[in-house]
């Protein structure tokens, strides 16, 4: 199943600016869902931002926040977003029915949120290397567990390139002055 653009919603779960110090690949993760993020909003994918309990880890990541200046941010006491409530209620309202989902922890919130997400019928993408944890194995075993649970493994370019579908149209022109140029060589990691 392609990902598009007007089925998607790209939800980015707990990249807290208290917790990324001791996450392995943090840095790396909020770049590539900065990116990409920058990317949907241009094409006016909806972006989804989540915190659990900010009082202790943080806000957000600044850096992140500042690469989607069109997010929606939900506080969360669930481990699962889609146990919340309003969250749930306004995702069904969306009519999105495809979540491409990274952040952090991996094993914990990113894990029970996608679990959520099947459960409830929607289609969900796992953005590999925007997906985090303390320690890379437990980033591993959560990717492993989601795949085996429905999920599909994605990196970031294959989701913007499959928003975009062709090249020959002002949105692919917008996004590639922008965002597409040759970046920085990036180590991907798909754990």
Request: hydrophobic residues 45%.
């Amino acid at each position: 199943m392609r990902v598009t653009s007007k089925q998607s919603l790209l939800l980015i779960v707990d990249l807290q600016a208290g917790l990324l110090p001791v996450i392995n690949g943090g840095d790396q993760a909020v770049a590539e869902a900065a990116w990409l993020g920058g990317i949907a909003g241009t094409l006016g994918v909806p972006v989804w931002v989540t915190e659990q309990y900010p009082q202790g880890l943080g806000g957000s990541e600044p850096r992140l926040l500042e690469a989607l200046p069109g997010h929606r941010l939900w506080r969360k006491v669930h481990f699962n977003a889609h146990a919340e409530p309003d969250f749930a209620a306004a995702l069904e309202a969306s009519g999105k029915r495809q979540i491409v989902l990274c952040g952090s922890e991996a094993h914990i919130c990113v894990l029970q949120t996608g679990l959520g997400l099947l459960e409830a019928g929607y289609e969900v993408y796992w953005l590999s290397e925007a997906t985090v944890s303390r320690r890379a194995e437990e980033a591993r075993l959560a990717r492993e567990r989601m795949i085996r649970a429905g999920a599909t493994p994605v990196s970031a370019d294959m989701v913007a390139y499959e928003w975009l579908e062709r090249c020959d149209e002002e949105p692919f022109r917008q996004v590639h002055r922008r965002y597409l140029k040759p970046r920085s060589a990036r180590p991907l990691r798909f754990f």
